[in-house]
Antibody, heavy 123, light 108 residues
Framework: EVQLVESGGGLVQPGGSLRLSCSAS????????MNWVRQAPGKGLEYVSG????????YSADSVKGRFTVSRDNSKNTLYLQMSSLRAEDTAVYYC????????????????WGQGTLVTVSS | DVQMTQSPSSLSASVGDRVTITCRAS???????LNWYQQKPGKAPKLLIY???SLQSGVPSRFSGSGSGTDFTLTISSLQPEDFATYYC?????????FGQGTKLEIK
């Protein structure tokens, strides 16, 4: 059974930093691109960042480029999102999401989602 | 970026009704790159349909998808109580992958 468990969210002041983690199990982690999708309170879904299975390809949305860095450790089956220079508009639930197809990037299908971790940026 | 526009934004319906949600892309996209998700309050989205018409494993057959080019639809043939949720379309034809604004399906 595929499981994605996010951690690391919390309250942070504007300008601060946070690192999110996503622990994956139930599939061969290194074969799949992984992604972060966020949802601001009461709002829709926004694709934030993604990374290929071998870590060689990455993407970050313009809204976070230069501030957020996606990475992965295939030996630990873990996906990361390093967030810095956080702004109020980054407040959201951040979901760790698996691509539905192996050995490809960018992703085509978001087939499994974690439960999400809430990041609140406020003074 | 490819903009995805859903209509309606909200919809009231009754158990047993047939419901259709429309998603329009700002440019033509291959049907292979159009997906639908269901989200219930406080929960993560769940994949329902991928490549416009393919039902994800475990999803009831009352859900179906169709469309091509710029216009796509999600149909629920006979609404069940557990179907009241928010539905999102998503394109993966070009990066960034973008979502529609969502359609909230409520009980009449």
């Amino acid at each position: 059974e595929v499981q994605l468990v996010e951690s690391g969210g919390g309250l942070v002041q504007p300008g601060g930093s946070l690192r999110l983690s996503c622990s994956a199990s139930g599939f061969t982690f290194s074969n799949y691109g992984m992604n972060w999708v966020r949802q601001a309170p009461g709002k829709g879904l926004e694709y934030v960042s993604g990374i290929g299975g071998d870590g060689g390809s990455t993407y970050s949305a313009d809204s976070v480029k230069g501030r957020f860095t996606v990475s992965r450790d295939n030996s630990k089956n873990t996906l990361y999102l390093q967030m810095s220079s956080l702004r109020a508009e980054d407040t959201a639930v951040y979901y760790c999401v698996k691509d539905g197809g192996s050995y490809r990037f960018p992703p085509q299908i978001f087939d499994y989602w974690g439960q999400g971790t809430l990041v609140t940026v406020s003074s | 970026d490819v903009q995805m526009t859903q209509s309606p934004s909200s919809l009231s319906a009754s158990v047993g009704d047939r419901v259709t949600i429309t998603c329009r892309a700002s440019q033509s996209i291959s049907k292979n790159y159009l997906n639908w998700y269901q989200q219930k309050p406080g929960k993560a989205p769940k994949l329902l349909i991928y490549a416009a018409t393919s039902l994800q494993s475990g999803v009831p057959s009352r859900f179906s998808g169709s469309g091509s080019g710029t216009d796509f639809t999600l149909t629920i043939s006979s609404l069940q109580p557990e179907d009241f949720a928010t539905y999102y379309c998503q394109q993966s034809y070009s990066t960034p992958q973008t979502f529609g604004q969502g359609t909230k399906l409520e009980i009449k």
